[in-house]
């Protein structure tokens, strides 16, 4: 495995069951309802992340550990390997938003 393929097992991923309004927190949504959309795409979420300028790569052959019926996932990685955001406007989870 070279480099490259490394760090891209170590990016984040997305299932889309997991901003999908269609489903509850017990089936596996992790956010809350106001932000999430109905029935999200693999294909969908990585346009998103095009359009945002943050890079990504659509696995169409896993499958969500909720629901084995819900295929495909997006990796995607917020940070570069120095530290810096890929897109300045987004921050994580972790850090504090300002309006």
Same mark, same amino acid.
């Given at each position: 495995m070279d480099g490259e393929q490394q760090s891209f097992k170590k990016w984040n991923i997305i299932y889309p069951i997991y901003i #999908?309004?269609?489903k509850s927190i017990a089936e596996g949504r992790q956010n809350s309802a106001? *932000?999430?959309c109905e029935n999200p795409t693999c294909i969908e979420i990585g346009d +998103? +992340? #095009?359009h945002l300028k943050i890079p990504c790569a659509i696995e %169409?052959? *896993?499958a969500c550990p909720r629901d084995f019926m819900q295929i495909g996932?997006? $990796?995607f990685e917020l940070i570069r390997e120095h530290g810096s955001p890929y897109n300045p406007a987004i921050g994580s989870s972790s850090e504090? $938003? %300002?309006p």
């Open positions: #999908n309004l269609k106001s *932000k999430a +998103c +992340c #095009n %169409h052959d *896993k996932r997006v $990796r504090p $938003r %300002h």
